[in-house]
């Protein structure tokens, strides 16, 4: 893990070049915001595809070996 001052200097850095180019820090942070909680819910969606997959194989198995 980086520093913290490094992350921020990165951070800055990249809000600099960003908004130079047009882009208010506000919007920036929107949409940040914005693709964080959609990643988050998409994996929330996956583990729980994932565990319920789990969970139906456990018991398929326990069921063939009674």
Do not use: C, H
Request: charged share 10%; hydrophobic share 50%.
């Amino acid at each position: 893990m980086l520093p913290q001052k490094t992350m921020l200097s990165l951070w800055d850095s990249f809000t600099a070049l960003l908004t130079n180019n047009g882009i208010s820090a506000t919007w920036l942070f929107i949409g940040t915001s914005v693709f964080f909680l959609v990643f988050l819910l998409s994996l929330r969606e996956f583990l729980s595809w994932y565990l319920r997959a789990y969970q139906t194989q456990y018991m398929i198995q326990k069921l063939q070996s009674e």
